[in-house]
């Protein structure tokens, strides 16, 4: 089934291989941070990137079988377009947080300065 | 401007409890009696150290929110106390106090705000450093559209003009960007002028100051922001 192997292929796979096992001692060193629910979908997004790097001739079968024939290209530049805009989506919030916290932090900090000139 | 400005002096500090009070007395020796510390969070006894000493007004940031949101905590207290110049400067003792007259003259002539550079009088900077900033020059000029010589240095003065128009969102290093980003979006009257650095082994060695990782970093977020 492995034809010929290309460098891009094995570095893509020892990444994904890195990150699910990565996962999988994590989950089983049960890290707070590790949940079932993080392994399940470690697992299936590095194992299947770890499996398409190894037999990339599966795509294009599993592609006939949905469907979708040979507008794989374009279902993969869609997938593309969605990642970026929840990752736009998830920067925002991260900022809009950040900003929150940064006025809170300044707004207690500040609360001295406005004591002292309520007390006078 | 008035004939007697009041002046206040920001500065921002992060563990800087081993110079925070030399830092404070020599801007006392320079002549600056309103001076806020802003400690940003330090595990260190900084806020303490810069609170016992007269005329300071040290303000803490409970948990650290960088640089720039020390700064611009520092000009919000400025600006309770109705300040018509504010000169920041870090906390390390990096800056040369000697330097604030010079700014302050400056902005009584007419300017909005004054930028500290470091390139101007660059003898004894690393040259890493001096890399570094030429660097933070042509992504702030890219982003921003203005290009300055020190795009990155904390020494700067602000009139109370420009203290109201300004309007940053960002809370580390990139902060000092923004406020390039703001002199061009508000048309302000800005000078550059050469100061001393004094680049100690204890400034050199600090943890939390700009490295190539807080550079990609800070560039990263200056896109992001923009």
Redesign the interface.
Known sequence: MIKTVSILQIIVALTALAFLLTGIFKYIKRQRSQTFFKLMASVIIWGSIFVFSIFPSITHSLSAKLGFGESLNTLIFIGFVIIFIILTKIINIIERIEKNISEIVRKEALSKINQTKTND | MNKNPKIYIIIPAFNEESVIVGVLKEVRNAGYNNIIV?DDGSHDATYNKAGSMDNV?S?????N?GKG?AI??GI??AK??DADIVVTLDGDGQHNPKDIAKMIELIENGNDVVLGTRLKNSKGMPKHKILANYIGNFFTWTIYGLWVTDSQSGFRAYSKYALNLIDT?T?RYEYDSEIIREIHRNNLKYAEIPIEVRYTEYSMNKKNKMNFKNGIKTVIKML??N
């Open positions: 802003i007004i303000l803490k940031h409970f948990i929110r949101a611009k905590t919000e207290a309770i106390f969102k809370d992001i922001s």
